[in-house]
Structures are given as C-alpha cells and as structure tokens.
C-alpha cells in the first residue's frame, strides 16, 4: 500500500524514531521531521524527508502527526507546552481533524490528559507505544498497541500498518500504554520463572535443551522459550548465545517495570510477581548489567562461582 | 498398537491409576492389578484385570509393572520393603529383565535410590510421572516425562503410548520428577503471573478479552493465555468460566510446589518466583480454597470486596 | 512550658488535627482554626480556638502556621494555590518569617516543591510528619520527625512539643517525610516477619507466648515484639487481642507503603521486602479487613480453615 | 558455681564445641572429650581434658553427654547408630539416667526421633542449640534454646549455664530447634529489611547515622539496628564497619534459612517474608560472599555502580 496521499510530521527520531520515519518514507509519505539533535535531522532528510526547524513547523499542513520521545513530560510539553517555561504546545497549531499518533512508551494518565485535551479542540490523538525494539523499527515489524476511538484507530492503521505488523486496538486513550506495561510485565515474569526453573533443572543434572523442549510442548510454555530462550547455547541467533549482547535491554526493561508498579499504586493492584520482577532487574542493573539484554537476569540463578 | 503380547502388573489404582490400567485393557495387555481398597480392584476386575491379593501376587510374571501411589515413601516401601515395619519390597521377588515404571510424582532423591538398588538386581527402573489429570488418564491423553536408560525408555514407550499422547525422555533416574516438578514450577508462575497483568488490566479499564488476545499474540504469551485464562468469561469449558470446578486441584500444586521447593533447598538453587507461588497458593488453600482449580488464584487479585 | 506568647494558625481539623490544636490550647497558645466542615471548627472553637471563615482568614497575624491534610495536593493546593481552579494559594497572604508546619504525611516532592517555593518568599517551612495515630494525638505523645533547616527545626521544637513527646530532625526538607516512611516500610515487614515466624512456631506445636519471649530475648527482638504482638492472646491491651479493633488502619498502612513504593521507584531504591508486604497488605485489605488494625496481616498466615 | 561435680563427654571439638568444652573444664566439671580430627582433641587435652579414642570411649561413666555436630544425619548416626555403614550407635552403651545434650543446629524432626528413641531406654534428651557465634562460646556468652521435659532441661541448665548467658526453655524435644530456626529467619528478615529502608532514605539524600537513630526510637525498632547496623560507618565495632569480616557467615545464615524453609514445607506454613530472604541470601552466596558477615547483605541494595 502506498502512502503518498499523506502528509506526516514525525517529531523525535532517535534510535526508535529514526528507522520508523524511514519506513513511512519507503511507503511514499511525504514526511517531515524534527529533532533536536540536527543530525538525527540531516540523516532523514537524506532519506527523502523535509527538515523542519520546530516541531510547529514541522507540523504544518500535516494530516498525520506521530511523536516518539523518552518520557511522559515531553509529551506533555509538545502537546500541551511548558508554562513553566513558556512553552507553547502544539495545540494552539494543529488543525481540527488532525490525527495525532504518539508512539512513546509512557504512563497512561499523561496520554490521557493529553488525549482529552486534544480532543476538546477537534484532534483526534491515539497512544499507541511500541514492542519489537531497534531491529522492528528498522524491519517494519513493530507491534503497535493502540488506545483511542475506534475512528482515529481505523485512520491510524494504514500508516503503522507501514511500520509495524501487528496492530492492536486495546481500548479508550491510555489503554495502548496500559495494555504494553501489563504485557511487558507479564513477560518479566516470564523471564525470571523460565531462568529458575531452567537453571534448578540444570543444577539436578539435567540438560538446559532437553528441559527447554518438555516444557515448550507441557504447561511451562511461553514466549521466552519458544523465541527467547535465557540459558546460553540452547537457542542460536538469541542474545543469551551472544553473551546477551542486542536485544532488550535490563534498563528499558526497569523503566517499563516503573510505570507498571506506578500504575498498580495509582490503581491499587496487587502485583507480587511484577514487583519482584522489578527488585530482581534493579539488583541486576546496579551490579552493571544495565547495558545487556534483559534475558542476562539468568546470571542471577546460574552465577559461576556457584558455592556448595 | 496391540500389547497382547504384554504381561503387565498395575499396583495403585486411584483416581489416575484407575483409567490408566483400563487403557491398558483397552489396547489387550493383560494386565494383573493390586490395590488396598478392594473396590477399586473389583472396578478394574469387571473391566477385564486379573486381581491380586497383595503387590506380590501383582507382580508374579509380570513384564512390566507400573506403580501409581501417593509419596516418595509408598513408592520406596513397595520396592524396598520397610525394615521398620517388618515388610519385605517387592525387589525380593521382581525376576531379572523386568521393567518397573513408576508413574508416581515423587521427590527424585527416591526415585534414585530406588532405580539404582533395583538396578543392582537387574531390574531396570524409570521414574515417569504424568500430567494430564484424571481427564487425560482417562482419554489416554496424558503427558509422561521419563528418567532412566535410554533402553528402560524405548522399552517403556509402547505400554506409555497406550496411556498418554507425550512421552518426554528427560535423562537419568530421578530426572522425570525434576522436570516434572520444574515444568510445574514454572506453570504456577506463568498462571499468578497472569492473573496479576490481567487483573491490572482490568483495574484500568481494559477489556480482559481484549487484553488477552493482545498478550496472546505478544511477548506475553504463555500456556495459561493459550489453554487455562483464569479470568472468568475470558475462555469457554476452562475451570475459570465454571467457577473454578474440575482441572488440577489448588493442593495438587501445592504438593507439587512443595516437592520443587524441597528440591531447590537441596541443590541450593535459587527459586524467587516459585517460592513466591508458593506462599501464595499455602494462602489461597488455607482460606479454603484447596480442591478448586488452582487457575482460582486469579480471586487473589480480584477480590470482589475491593477497596480503594 | 507555655506558648501564650505563640499565635497559631491551625488548618486541618480531622482525626489527628483536631485533637492536636487541642493541645496547643491547653498549653495556651492563641489558636486560630480552620478546616471544610463547620463542626470540627465549631468543636475547637468551643475549647477555645478562634474560628475562621476560611485559611486565608486563619492565617492573618499567625507566627505559626500549621497544617494537618490528607494528601499531597491538599498541602499544594493550600500553600501555592490551584491555578486550573483559579484557587490562590497561602503563599500570597503569609507575611515573611511565619513559620509553615505541615504534619500530613504526603509525598516527599511536594514537601520539597512547597518548602523550595515558600522559600522563595522568605517563609520558613518544615515537614513534620507524625507517627503515634489518634491515641497519641489525643495524649499529646506523637512523634515528629521534621525536615527543613535547623532555625526552622529548632523554632517548630516548642509547639511539636506541646503536641508530641519525641521530636527528631531527619534533615532538609522532604527529609521528614522520606524518614517517616522509611520507618514504616520497615514497620511493615517487621509485622508480617514477626507474622509468620510466630505462625510457623506454632504450627509445629510451640506457644506463642514462650516464642515470644524468646525472640524477644533474642535476634529477632523487634517493636512488635516489644509492643505491638500480632498473635492474640499473646499481650494485653494490643489490637491483636481485642479481635483487631483501634490501633493503625492496614489501609492506612497501605497509604504508606503506597508512598514508600512510590519513593523507591522513583529514587530506584530496590526494595523487595517492602514491595511484598505492600502486595500483601493490599491483598488483606482487598479481602475485606482494611479497616482493622494493620497487626490482623497475622490472619493470613494463621487462617482458621487450615488444610493439611 | 563450680561444675566439680559434673562427668560430662563432650563429642565434637570444632569452632565452636572447642571453646564450649574448654569453658566446661574452666567451672572445673571433669570432661571427657572426642572428635574425628586428632589435633582438636589434643587441644582440650592441654588445657585439662580427658582424651578418647572413641565416641564410645568418652561417654563412659559420664552424667551428661554434650555433642555440637554439622548435621542431622552425623547427629542420628551418633546416637542412634548407621544401620546401612553397620555402625552401632551411642544408645546401645549409655547408662540409664545420663542425660544427652546435643547443641548442633539440626532439623527438629530427627532432635524428636533422637529423643524418643533415647527415651525408650531410660536416656534423657534435650536439643540445646546455640546462638552468639564463636565469639559468644569463647566468652561462653551463648544463648541455648532448649527442647525437653522441664525434668532434663532443669538438670541441663548449670551445665549449659558454665557455657551460656541466656538459656530458655521452648518446649518438647525438638522445640529447641524450631525455635531457633523461627527466630533466626525472623532475623534474616529484619537484616534485609533494614538494609533496604537504610538504603532508600540514602538514595533519598539522608544520613544513614541519623536514619538509623530515628528508626532506632520509633516502630522499626530492631535488634539489627540496635546491635547490628548493615550500613557501613553508622556503628564501631560490628562486621559493616570492617568490611562484614567476623559476625556470623552468610553462608551459616543460608544454612539456618534451609532449615526454615524445610520446617515450613513440612507444617505447610506460609513463610513469604523468610523465602524471599533465603532466596536473596542464596544469591548473595553466589556472587562470592559466602564467606562474609551476613550484614553485607546490605551491598545488595547499595551497590556502588548503581545506576539511574
């Protein structure tokens, strides 16, 4: 499917962003893009985008705006702006029918706020965060989970359908994030009671292959077993067989495990096992693995210089 | 596949021995039965058994003889007799050659030494427990997991075959039950796991369906989304959907949990989650939920009394 | 000691509040209240405080200001004012060098945000959040544990000390509420450690009274073994044998752990054992004891159903 | 009080029955000593005891036998003999009326197995397990928990008195260890505990010394912080401040945490709070510091690389 009837700005094109935008551009959009760091810039301009020297003037005349930045409060600020610091937002810019798509993996209460305000001037906003990390982006294989009307969700899906493959609609303006930080825990959890199991099969003798394949076909199946298996030299072409180098990394999973242990407070949830997860990846970072992917949390389980 | 020409003794015939040995029947094994309820003898005697009046009666001539009994001591005392009590084991009348499967879920230090002291007679042992449930051992559907010699195994198979679909060979003797028991582990872990994401779901507003099929279809996909959803109306026929009535028991797993626990004391492995799932399954079972299906975690969660 | 030469400004007159200017009455000072509902005025008024339409009006000639609320954005919205309700905040009307006590216990960063921007103005601000519950509000016999500059702390130790009996500086601003909340996260785990190690004494045939004394005697002495035994029948006169009635709220326990957890996250403190006892407290809760004392977490581990 | 009066054997001469015997021969009892390993015995022999070539040999015509083994299994084949190596066990020579006093660390069920066969022939027995380190047992400061009829634990006490400060009285043969197992995992818990809410008012820009102090004088109230502060610097002269060397081993700790959760399983006792220590302390092990003061738990939560 091509693009070329849409007119997109893409705000923030880093690591996620970046690829992303490019994908829409091979789709035939007409994109212009903003960042703050002019490279980041220069780099899809000579893709075939238009550089913009603002966000406002990167918005201009777009039908489709789509934002991908760090945390809640930037958000906040190129919607909503800054008065602290003065900062206009872009509502006082789009126009009426404008379709807003942000992909940032933020909490659910400022992608609502911003969703409602948006809206009580005729702009549609969808959250729709992301899975598949830096690789996805780049292929065009993202998971895009979506909050928002069912409208905005139907206009959106031509131009994520250009960079992801699966979409989700999970609900109302924040259910995107909601349903991506409930998932992501749940696979925490799934990561760190796949590394016990397998390393106290190991530890009684048993071979970590052998354990990975009864379980994959019995009740123990999950995702990280069937793509993602945490015991070195089980699986090929996985970060635990590549000294858990690429993939997902401990500090994106703790920031993840931040917003939903803050989501279970607000909502009074109880989330033991999310909340061990989240002690266990913390303990993991702070010993240095903050940088390696999040499989490496077997290392917790399988330390070498294993006492008697 | 005909087992007419096999000889097989069955002592323990429970809730699961009971349908075992009548698939047995079924695929015209001749198969000679003990149990200490004579009821149960007398079921499997109309079915086409031949009933023995004690384990050594069972036994004379026998092939193969399969034990399905409670604990790690009944399963000793039967093949090693109990010098305390004054009664011989079976291992003094058991001829050379014969092939003892012991299906009982068992901890493996005894299904070792019991493997390894028939071993010393020429008796070949494997420790092949099952999963499944009363449901699959009486559809011949069960799952085994065997420990012992790959030639004790290949001889086991076609007697297993006629009584479940899976048959897993984990290693030597003892490495059924570990496998069994890390296998089940981490299903207690995948199915609160669960519970917890899906029911924060639903304290944000999420549709549970929804959030499941996005979970299912994500890295958050597990067993329990696939087969078991504790959330019930999520899944049709499930345990859940039927206020938690049938499946596996809350205090099946928490004998379970108690034999991978007890397990990981003993090979020092380091189990957060399992041991997490544990306390909380003793909870859940002491607040008198202990013979419901243990996907009734899930009320953990989502008590009906919810406060803010 | 008497504080007739103190003019106090007292704005909060709930549970705590109310009986807290109490004090500061009886030790003479001029007391001017306010608080949303007319009668809790109307009761110190009738003890001698003088009544005020509203904050700003009990402010007015104040040296002291003191504050008693249940959260967060009460204490903001009172001292910097609400500009999307267009609501003014104390800020503008207090004079320089009036003193701000505020005792509600709230998140850390308003403390700071308020005490920064009070500052600004010349207005001395301490936290001084208070331990001891409405018995030791009535007595006089709370707990301060302040945060903000020593003038400040040294000015406030007269007027706490008519209502408390132990007064501590934790450090700058903020410092006040993070030490409170510190404290009863480790309170927290120290009642459900105590919990269950008496349980597990008793499950295998100890008395809970000789454990009791033991531990008490020993390296498990801790506050709830001094003070505070969760077991009944264990001590007199604790909540734990009077069917869990008076003492401290497990749903305000949870409002502190809430505030803990929330500090963890944000400060990426790991704090396993704290997380448990929140899931746990908020599981009890939940199961419908949240207004019982926070002691009755001991049910959990002692129910009466208990299955073998 | 001298002990002049008073055979005792003493069997087990290791870091700690060393010096426990050596205290006896100082209250000037006659003692008779025996250990596997020849140097330990000459040991006491220089310093007034008896030698023994046997376990056998040193109980003759000794009032009271003391032994301080590793383990269950060393304890059980002691008294009771080894069946299976064809070892005869002290039982077949103790005189009526001796009275046995084993102070190793050992599950309860073989203290009650030890105690009732004992019993049987007229031999009184009770579990005396210590606390307080070598260190206390030097200065013969210990504390002894003591299971038995109140008839031997009234004989035992001046005994136990010439080694020992505090000596209680839990119960029945057997409650001695469950006792101590019950407060030594509360112990882990207030150990971790206080480490993490230590930790946290640090991240938050507070004074360890002044944290501790104020959790010192309100409800977190511990042994740990009032003997034993985890936090390096806050307190002279225990393990933290001299880089957790001396105090009591990890690795001791993990061994009493087994035993616990053994305890647990068996009682079906929910221990959620004593799990999640053991599983910490397991991990701790792993990564090295088995060997180090179990305070040094406190680097788990500290650690210096942490990141944000």
Chains 1, 2, 3, 4 share one sequence.
Not at 110 to 134: H, M, N, Q, R, Y
Not at 259 to 265: E, V
Request: charged letters at 15%.
């Amino acid at each position: 499917m091509s693009l070329s009837n849409y007119s997109v700005a893409f705000i923030g094109l880093g690591n996620m962003g970046g690829p992303m935008a490019a994908n829409l551009l091979k789709a035939n959009a007409k994109v212009c893009v903003f960042d703050l760091v002019p490279q980041a810039v220069a780099e899809l301009q000579s893709q075939g985008a238009t550089a913009a020297a603002s966000a406002e003037e990167a918005v201009k005349g777009a039908d489709i705006v789509i934002s991908m930045l760090p945390a809640g409060r930037h958000v906040q600020g190129l919607y909503l702006g800054d008065s602290e610091r003065g900062v206009a937002g872009l509502i006082d810019v789009l126009e009426q029918n404008t379709l807003v798509i942000d992909s940032s993996t933020i909490d659910a209460a400022t992608s609502i706020l911003v969703g409602k305000t948006l809206a009580e001037k005729g702009i549609a906003f969808v959250d729709a965060p992301v899975s598949g990390g830096t690789a996805g982006a780049a292929a065009g294989t993202l998971t895009f989970i979506v909050g928002g009307e069912v409208s905005a969700y139907e206009k959106a899906q031509p131009v994520l359908s250009a960079m992801g493959k699966n979409i989700f609609h999970a609900g109302q303006n924040g259910a995107g994030q909601i349903a991506k930080i409930c998932n992501n825990m749940l696979l925490s959890v799934l990561m760190v009671g796949t590394s016990e199991a397998l390393q106290m099969a190991i530890d009684n003798g048993l071979d970590p292959k052998v354990m990975s394949d009864i379980m994959l076909q019995s009740s123990g199946r999950n995702w990280t077993l069937e793509l993602y298996n945490p015991c070195p030299g089980v699986m090929p072409n996985v970060p635990s067989s590549n000294d858990y180098t690429g993939g997902f990394m401990v500090d994106l999973m703790r920031k993840d495990l931040g917003l939903a242990l803050d989501t279970a407070l607000k909502s009074h949830s109880s989330t033991p096992m999310g909340a061990m997860a989240q002690n266990l990846y913390n303990m993991h970072s702070m010993q240095g693995s903050g940088m390696r992917d999040f499989s490496s949390i077997f290392e917790l389980f399988s330390a070498q210089n294993k006492q008697q």
